[in-house]
């Protein structure tokens, strides 16, 4: 029958059903197939919501309070954690996930309601933990520079994690957050490997592309870091060293990394994408992922999910730290929270 057609631009090559539907539907060849499916078109709907600000008390994470202001990402990235979450709307983690996306227009609202609770006390905020806060549609809509306008106003601490170079537009508010002592970006980078980039990570910008946003934050100011995730065993691992030495050279202070997980529905979509993509590695890559989750493929355990276990998640620890140490790479700077002044039920500020 040959290869599995791919939608052009996407990472998923099928639409597998929510796992709480009551049926399910599967696509047939009937042999009438084009060799190329049309473009999958992009869908906005909107996402109200309750509440800015979703809270954990994981010990894996160094944040207790994140905001997403998306649902699902155009990025496509095959191996998202965060596919799975489309589940819970009835759609699909694969094609639905990067194709029909969500906004949050009232989350900067929600969000100054919430900084201005007599409860609240101040603590860095990650922006971008799930769904990438700077993918395509974050240019026209500008929901997150919204968002970072009002932890600036309130001078709030926050980090934001991103693989876009899109955020080189808000440079004018990180510049004035970092000045003060509130804002920290990390760039995710997988692969300098343009080829394997491309399909595992379809719409976020090229790995030099990425490398040159670190270079142009860190040189007005910004605090910048490396994250090397995730890192796939066989066909990323060895790159270790090589993503920390660009990411350093371009301008990263810190540098930290994760070892891919595959939560529910990610694992099959993984999996096809492999055989696919890769099909004579493909078996190599998955016994390495089990050898490093107790034969899994993936280890839901704290302190073990985001690096794994064994022999050879010992020897990604050693590989880092000795490379860290070489390169110069240090702690994240701290980000103050005693400048934090709420705004009031009108949304303006207090004085107080």
């Not at 890559?285 to 276990?309: C, I, K, P, W, Y």
């Not at 702690?331 to 004085?351: E, K, T, V």
């Amino acid at each position: 029958m040959g290869a599995k057609p791919r939608p052009k631009g996407r990472g998923a090559l099928g639409n597998p059903g929510s796992r709480y539907l009551s049926h399910t539907t599967e696509a047939v060849d009937d042999g009438w197939r084009r060799d190329e499916p049309p473009p999958l078109p992009t869908t906005l709907s909107v996402d109200h919501v309750r509440s800015a600000l979703s809270w954990n008390d994981s010990p894996d994470i160094p944040f207790d309070r994140s905001l997403n202001p998306y649902r699902g990402c155009e990025h496509g990235c095959i191996y998202c954690y965060a596919r799975p979450y489309h589940a819970w709307i009835g759609l699909s983690p694969g094609l639905d996930f990067e194709s029909r996306l969500f906004h949050k227009p009232d989350l900067p609202e929600r969000l100054r309601d919430e900084l201005g609770a007599r409860s609240y006390r101040p603590a860095p905020i990650a922006i971008g933990t799930a769904t990438d806060a700077y993918q395509p549609i974050e240019r026209e809509l500008e929901l997150t520079r919204r968002t970072i306008e009002v932890l600036l106003d309130c001078r709030h601490p926050f980090t934001i994690i991103t693989k876009s170079s899109l955020i080189e537009r808000d440079a004018d508010l990180l510049d004035a957050a970092a000045e003060l002592g509130l804002a920290r970006v990390i760039l995710s980078i997988t692969t300098l490997q343009p080829g394997l980039a491309r399909t595992m990570e379809p719409r976020a910008a090229a790995p030099a592309r990425r490398l040159q946003t670190i270079a142009t934050l860190a040189k007005q100011g910004v605090p910048v870091g490396i994250m090397i995730a995730p890192i796939v065993p066989v066909l990323t691992d060895h790159e270790l060293e090589r993503l920390m030495a660009a990411g350093r050279e371009a301008g990263a202070c810190t540098a930290c990394y994760s070892l891919l997980r595959l939560p529910k529905e990610v694992s099959g979509l993984f999996r096809e994408w492999l055989d696919e993509t890769v099909p004579d590695a493909s078996k190599h890559v998955m016994n390495r992922l089990r050898e490093t989750h107790g034969g899994l493929e993936q280890d839901r355990r704290f302190g073990a999910r985001m690096t794994g276990s064994g022999v050879y998640a010992d020897l990604m620890l050693q590989r880092f730290r000795l490379a860290e140490r070489r390169l110069g790479f240090g702690p994240a700077p701290p980000l103050r929270c005693d400048r934090f002044r709420p705004p009031n039920r009108h949304g303006q500020l207090s004085l107080f």
